[in-house]
């Protein structure tokens, strides 16, 4: 720390010196009786921050060595009206651009000699030089201005970037709960292996419940164990007849253990230690799926905290020239900025992320500051969702990222089944600001509230998990773990999620259960299907994804099953890709409601199940 403050101090002295220097060389440069540089390297000075008295005697020694008294009054008036000019037109403003700058040193200049030549008699030569020199200090304080505010950004630059909280931590953190997801995996296969290894079977394990409960207590043991009959192989077959949930009066009467004097009991017995042996191998195997769990929930942290390592990574080295041209427009738009750092994605967007404020009363709107970003960067920004409109003197941080090649328009046609108190279909159309539109549609099983209830709380899980930064792959595999956990009964629902690129078009669909869904692209229809079981079945169980890549002015269709299933026709499919294609509308809302209408067309307007169509258009900005 003792290091750094020195370092700074020497720099802040260093600043000092060479303002000095400069003021004195302002008076070296001398064109025909004029001194150009005099009010231009004040100009600028007076726009810098760090004001120093240095600069004042460095001046006042060149004045006084190298310009006549005339001259000295001409200058220290041009000076004068250049310190008043800048804080009454910059300093006020609060819109320290370097083009104001040059226009008052430049102004001050022309009246002082302009208004000295008309004093006497005008000469043309006299007002040409005049004006002349008016242009001289327009352009070198333009210059030496811009020069000074790229210094000036280059400095921040130097700042240290803390890309994320300790990445490195970070890292190491996910690949530690990657290999304890590992662990808790392999011990569960071994678990299994081991029981299945060691464990007897069920009727083995009766068998072995009875003979130790009845037949070491009996006096008859002797007798029975010893002779011809094979008693083990009556009691087993007892004990299989017991798995096989044969009722216990037929059991009894089929006297499966000749001869024994205690055979209702053992029957009991053994009815007994299936119903435990049942009850143990309950637990276990929901153990068993509880660890899957675990696992499952590690591994989607693990690839979280690893998403977050290598999801952006800070370019400020390799975009140095236009992260200084950032601080330079946004201070000529009256916008302070601080801590401004370039990242790049993994698919080589950039975003740009600053903390920033004005002392403009009123504030600025955040239209000007991404103009101003966007000038510097040469690509166009926006905003990311939820931003301030207004920048005020209250330093806020603001995310910009590059704007997208395309967007969507999205409408949603329902209609609840004939009789239903609640429609047991949900979905959710939203886009985040790495660019991914997503698109879930999810049919709770069966009809009614609770339908309804469960396929909403897939819908919404979905989208919470990926508002915190989970990928798509993981938000599904947290979302059929819970629903593995959450379901005591058999409730299951089905999951229709897309995700479409809007810097690229392409579209990722990822279906658990879930109906066809259709593109539509011109005239032609094209079907997308994947069979597999409902969110909730199976711990384990994998979404099938396919990949494809719309165009400007394609539509893609999502429907749950009650569309598809009710049409009175043998090639379903067919018929409502020939629905599809016949939608002359290019609005999303218009194309699903109309959709809907012609299938509850053929089905006489009875909707036998709960009915939902999602039509979502891309074009291009």
């Not at 790229?150 to 190491?172: F, K, T, W």
């Not at 055979?263 to 017995?269: D, F, G, L, N, P």
């Not at 370039?342 to 600053?354: D, G, P």
């Not at 590059?402 to 979905?427: R, W």
Request: aromatic share 8%; with cysteine.
């Amino acid at each position: 720390m003792k290091k750094d403050g020195g370092k700074k101090m020497r720099i802040a002295n260093l600043k000092k010196a060479v303002w000095g220097l400069m003021a004195f060389a302002s008076t070296l440069v001398c064109v025909m009786d004029c001194y150009p540089l005099i009010p231009a390297v004040y100009g600028v000075y007076c726009l810098s921050s760090g004001h120093t008295i240095i600069f004042y005697i460095g001046l006042i020694i060149g004045m006084g060595y190298f310009i006549s008294i005339p001259s000295i009054c001409k200058y220290l008036f041009i000076i004068a009206v250049i310190y008043f000019g800048e804080r009454l037109f910059v300093r006020k403003s609060s819109k320290n651009g370097c083009l104001t700058t040059a226009v008052v040193a430049a102004c001050a200049t022309a009246v002082m000699n302009l208004s000295v030549t008309f004093l006497g008699k005008p000469y043309t030569d006299e007002i040409v030089l005049s004006v002349a020199e008016s242009l001289v200090v327009f352009s070198m304080a333009f210059v030496l201005c811009r020069a000074c505010e790229y210094l000036r950004a280059l400095e921040h630059n130097e700042n240290p970037v803390i890309a994320g909280l300790l990445p490195d931590r970070e890292e190491a953190f996910a690949t530690a709960v990657s290999g304890l997801s590992g662990i808790i995996s392999t011990a569960n296969v071994m678990a299994v292996k081991c029981t299945a290894d060691k464990i007897p079977d069920e009727s083995e394990k009766i068998q072995l419940e009875v003979t130790g409960r009845l037949c070491a207590c009996c006096e008859g043991c002797s007798v029975c164990w010893t002779s011809g009959t094979s008693i083990s192989d009556s009691i087993k077959m007892l004990a299989d007849a017991v798995r096989k949930r044969m009722k216990t009066e037929e059991i009894v009467q089929n006297r499966y253990v000749d001869g024994c004097p205690h055979y209702t009991r053992m029957v009991e017995a053994a009815t007994e230690a299936f119903a435990r042996i049942e009850l143990n191998e309950a637990w276990y195997r929901r153990l068993t799926e509880n660890r899957r769990v675990i696992a499952t929930q590690l591994d989607a942290m693990a690839e979280l905290m690893d998403s977050w390592c290598r999801a952006e990574k800070c370019i400020d080295k390799k975009r140095r020239l236009r992260l200084t041209r950032v601080y330079v427009y946004t201070k000529e738009a009256g916008i302070q900025v601080e801590n401004a750092h370039i990242y790049e994605n993994a698919r080589q967007q950039v975003c740009i992320k600053a903390d920033v404020c004005t002392k403009i009363d009123g504030g600025i709107e955040i239209s000007k500051y991404v103009q101003a970003v966007s000038r510097a960067m040469g690509v166009k920004l926006r905003q990311a969702h939820g931003t301030v409109s207004i920048i005020s003197d209250e330093r806020t941080s603001i995310v910009l990222y590059e704007e997208n090649q395309f967007y969507a328009l999205s409408g949603v046609a329902t209609k609840k089944k004939t009789g239903s108190q609640a429609n047991g279909d949900s979905c959710s159309m939203f886009q985040l600001d790495d660019g991914m539109y997503h698109v879930c549609v999810s049919d709770g099983m069966g009809s009614g509230k609770q339908a309804q209830a469960e396929s909403t709380l897939v819908v919404d899980l979905l989208e919470k998990l990926l508002e915190a930064g989970f990928s798509r792959e993981s938000a599904l595999k947290l979302m059929n773990s819970a629903m593995v956990i959450s379901a005591g009964e058999e409730s299951y629902s089905t999951v229709d999620f897309a995700t479409i690129d809007m810097y690229t078009g392409e579209l990722e669909l990822a279906k658990t259960g879930a109906a066809p869904s259709f593109i539509k692209s011109g005239k032609q229809v094209s079907v997308i299907e994947n069979e597999s079981l409902p969110a909730g079945v199976d711990v384990w169980q994998e979404s099938k994804h396919s990949k494809n890549t719309l165009q400007s002015g394609d539509f893609l269709v999502m429907v749950t099953d009650g569309v598809l299933e009710y049409l009175h026709v043998k090639d379903r499919q067919g018929k409502l890709m020939d629905i599809i294609a016949g939608v002359k509308s290019d609005n999303a809302g218009v194309m699903a409601q109309e959709i809907l209408d012609r299938v509850l067309l053929d089905t006489g307007g009875y909707a036998m199940d709960d009915m939902t169509v999602v039509a979502i258009g891309i074009w291009e900005k």
